[in-house]
Every structure is written in structure tokens, then in C-alpha cells.
């Protein structure tokens, strides 16, 4: 074997090993904790959508699921709970294209569906999006809950850039009614 070969071999091989890792664990843990801090873990769960139910969230949400929605993934929180269940609730993790950029947030549910919290993990569009002002209202907001940005929603940004906001919210209520509806 030449050196550059082996070079290239033990790259690839190294690169691989890192994939493998990071997708073993399969967890953002980090953000799944700013979601959740009192969790002692998060479970992966994945389910598929079916069309109907796909139909029915592209409908309600108002726009069409992203490729990475279907298979639909989420994580449940554990932890030491009121109820002695051991779950906390769980967490979504959805994207939007805003006007200026990407939008990649964390949003956590209580297990009654209702939000609980709402993390950006990734803003490129209005910084405002991130304004604890902002998020704070949507706090128990669920998938009945009406999110019109300036009626529901006070907004002092970019109006379109919370609009696509509230829209992959409502996007990840819907996937996680769907997902757990069986």
C-alpha cells in the first residue's frame, strides 16, 4: 500500500469513526438540555408519517413538511417528574427559511402537548427571534392556539421573519400530535 493511499485510508477511516460517533449518540444533547435541564435523559423516538397524516399537518400548518420531517424524530425527556412517570415531556427540532436565513430551533412540550420552552439553536434571520420578549409568549401555546404574528403574537421585528417562525412551530406541534396519534 503507498503512503498516500494509506494516508487517504487512515483519513476516510478517522472521518468515518467521528461519524459514527456522533451518530451513535444521535442526541444534540447540549440543546435537548437547554430545553429540558432537569432531565437526566432523553430517549430518540422516529416515526413515519403517513400520507394522510402528512396531508393533515401540511394543512393545518400551512405549509408543506420539510424533507427532513418525514421520518418524523423527537426525544423524550426523563427525568424525576411531579407524576412519578419518569417523563418530563419532549423535544422537536424543526427548521424554517425566513426572509434573511435559516431558523433552527429546539421546542419542548410538556406531555400534555402544550410548549414549554423554546430554544434557537440557529438564527440567521431578525435577532429578535431570539428576544426572551418573543418566545415567553408562546409558553403554553398548543396546536389549537391561534399564532398570528401582531394578533396572538406580538412581534417588534421583521413581521415575515416571525411568520415563518410561527410556521414551523405550528409545524412541530402538528408532526408531534401526528406522531403520537399512532
Excluded: C
Excluded at 3 to 27: D, E, Q
Aim: net charge positive.
Amino acid at each position: 500500500m503507498s503512503r498516500k493511499f494509506a494516508a487517504i485510508y487512515l483519513v476516510l477511516w478517522l472521518a468515518s469513526a467521528v461519524i459514527a460517533v456522533a451518530h451513535g449518540t444521535g442526541t444534540p444533547e447540549a440543546t435537548l438540555k437547554k430545553v429540558f435541564p432537569d432531565a437526566t435523559g432523553f430517549t430518540p423516538r422516529k416515526k413515519t408519517l403517513s400520507a394522510a397524516q402528512i396531508k393533515r399537518v401540511e394543512e393545518l400548518s400551512g405549509g408543506k413538511l420539510h424533507a427532513n420531517d418525514n421520518p418524523f424524530s423527537f426525544y423524550i425527556a426523563t427525568g424525576k417528574s411531579a407524576d412519578g412517570s419518569g417523563v418530563l415531556g419532549m423535544v422537536v427540532l424543526v427548521d424554517a427559511k425566513g426572509p434573511k436565513g435559516l431558523i433552527d430551533m429546539a421546542i419542548g412540550f410538556k406531555r400534555d402537548g402544550s410548549i414549554t420552552k423554546i430554544v434557537l439553536v440557529d438564527n440567521k434571520d431578525d435577532a429578535a427571534l431570539g428576544s426572551k420578549a418573543f418566545l415567553d409568549q408562546l409558553a403554553g401555546k398548543n396546536s389549537k392556539s391561534s399564532l398570528v404574528v401582531g394578533k396572538d403574537v406580538k412581534f417588534t421585528g421583521d413581521g415575515k421573519a416571525a411568520e415563518s417562525f410561527l410556521q414551523a412551530v405550528r409545524r412541530g406541534m402538528l408532526l408531534l400530535e401526528a406522531a403520537s396519534s399512532g
